[in-house]
Antibody, heavy 125, light 107 residues
Framework: QVHLVQSGAEVKKPGASVKVSCTASGYTFTRYDINWVRQATGQGLEWMGWMNPDSGNTGYAQKFQGRVTMTRDTSINTAYMELSSLKSGDTAVYYC??????????????????WGKGTTVTVSS | SYEVTQPPSVSVSPGQTASITCSGDKLGDKYTSWYQQKPGQSPVVVIYRNTKRPSGIPERFSGSNSGNTATLTITGTQAMDEADYYCQAWDSGTGAVFGGGTKLTVL
């Protein structure tokens, strides 16, 4: 069975960085992208970016460019998302997800089929 | 950047049909997925590639996508379907795009 297990809750001060891990099991880690999304309390889903665990290639949402870094360690099937220069507005639950991509009928598709349980990051002085 | 829009809330009576829309410029040219999120839980994909249903998702969930609008339809809505629903598409310039979410109330 496919699982994504995330690291535990974090409390950080403004200006600090946080690094959240996401450990995959039940499938070949390098065959699927890992994406990250965050959700503030009572708010919607905000996509942060993707990483290809095989190549290490990444793509970040414009909002987070320069502040987010996605990496991986293929020896332990783990992806990481590091967010720097934290502010109170970064307080949220951060989810990792497996991305599934392909093409059909000439159109490209990309969706998230497996989600981690989320990591709560609280930024407070 | 590309954006998609959902109504904030939809209400439906038990046993009736609920329709949740997702609108975006030429959204019909993109594949759309739908996610269900219940309080305190991670989202779960209920529809992918416009119309496909993952194993374990009840047949009462269906999807369509044409023109500028994708629609998630729940036929014979049950109390357990009460949740937040998010649509998602992929744009080559923006990446993954999520709608703002629709709260489905079954009353």
């Amino acid at each position: 069975q496919v699982h994504l297990v995330q690291s535990g809750a974090e409390v950080k001060k403004p200006g600090a960085s946080v690094k959240v891990s996401c450990t995959a099991s039940g499938y070949t880690f390098t065959r699927y992208d890992i994406n990250w999304v965050r959700q503030a309390t009572g708010q919607g889903l905000e996509w942060m970016g993707w990483m290809n665990p095989d190549s290490g290639n990444t793509g970040y949402a414009q909002k987070f460019q320069g502040r987010v870094t996605m990496t991986r360690d293929t020896s332990i099937n783990t992806a990481y998302m590091e967010l720097s220069s934290l502010k109170s507005g970064d307080t949220a639950v951060y989810y990792c997800m497996r991305g599934v991509e392909g093409a059909s009928g000439g159109n490209y598709y990309y969706y998230m089929d497996v989600w981690g349980k989320g990591t709560t990051v609280t930024v407070s002085s | 950047s590309y954006e998609v829009t959902q109504p904030p809330s939809v209400s439906v009576s038990p046993g009736q049909t609920a329709s949740i829309t997702c609108s975006g410029d030429k959204l019909g040219d993109k594949y759309t997925s739908w996610y269900q999120q219940k309080p305190g839980q991670s989202p779960v994909v209920v529809i992918y590639r416009n119309t496909k249903r993952p194993s374990g998702i009840p047949e009462r969930f269906s999807g369509s996508n044409s023109g500028n609008t994708a629609t998630l339809t729940i036929t014979g809505t049950q109390a357990m379907d009460e949740a937040d629903y998010y649509c998602q598409a992929w744009d080559s310039g923006t990446g993954a795009v999520f709608g703002g979410g629709t709260k489905l109330t079954v009353l």
